[in-house]
Each structure stands twice: as structure tokens, then as C-alpha cells.
């Protein structure tokens, strides 16, 4: 192991070799034996550990717990109500989409005439377009 990745390992986890990937720490074990500066380091860092893992978090005192409680609104029940009414005025308004595509061309009258020779004016933005060009 070299000493860079000593130091990562020692900043990333710890100064305890269980808190360390099972991978790492044989050679872990081995580096330490060997490099004075490292079991130092080693030392520092579980130092700090034993600080972090002396530090309690207190709790939210009672009051904090009483303002919060007490600024809980509970969801209307009437929600309940507008969602479905929401529900159905969307689904109102898509079947009357869907009613007038349907129906809007059936009720307009059209021009036969342009509707039956629609193929004679074929054409693209490079000209003309010949059907039988691409026939088989």
C-alpha cells in the first residue's frame, strides 16, 4: 500500500481498520507495521473518532414539537371532491375533443371535385413527384 492511499483510506473511513473495505485492510495491517508516520497518523485519526463517536444530538425540545404540531394543517376533506371534479371536467373536455374530430369533418360540407383529384397535384419542394418512378 502506498502511503497516498493510506492517507485516503484513513480520511475516507477512519482510524479503526473494521470500519475499512475487508479489501484494503490486510495490507492495511501490513503498511502500519512498517511506516511509523502512518501508525501516527493512525493515532490522530483515532483520536477523532473517538470525539465523533462521543457526540450526542440532542432532540427537538418539547415547544419546537408543539409549534410544529400546531402549524399541521390536516388536508381538507373536501379535496376529495375537488379531484374528482377536476377528473371530470378533463375527461369532458377530451371526449368533446375527441366528438369533434370525429364529427366536424362528417358535418362540413367538402369540395368533391378537389377531394377526388387530390393525386393530379401532387408535388413536393424539388418539383413534381411521379408515382410510377418508384413503382416496382
Wanted: with cysteine; glycine share 8%; net charge negative.
Amino acid at each position: 500500500m502506498k502511503p497516498e492511499r493510506f492517507a485516503q483510506l484513513l480520511a475516507s473511513y477512519g482510524g479503526r481498520l473494521e470500519r475499512w473495505p475487508a479489501a484494503e485492510r490486510e495490507a492495511a495491517k501490513r503498511f502500519l507495521a512498517g511506516d511509523a508516520e502512518a501508525a501516527r497518523q493512525q493515532s490522530v485519526a483515532l483520536e477523532f473518532d473517538e470525539l465523533l463517536d462521543a457526540y450526542v444530538l440532542a432532540g427537538p425540545d418539547a415547544d419546537l414539537i408543539r409549534r410544529v404540531n400546531l402549524g399541521f394543517r390536516p388536508r381538507a376533506s373536501h379535496s376529495l371532491l375537488r379531484e374528482w371534479w377536476l377528473g371530470l371536467a378533463l375527461g369532458s373536455a377530451a371526449a368533446a375533443g375527441a366528438a369533434c374530430g370525429v364529427l366536424l369533418p362528417v358535418a362540413l360540407p367538402q369540395d368533391d371535385s378537389s377531394a377526388l383529384n387530390w393525386a393530379d397535384d401532387q408535388a413536393t419542394a424539388f418539383g413534381a413527384y411521379e408515382w410510377e418512378e418508384w413503382q416496382p
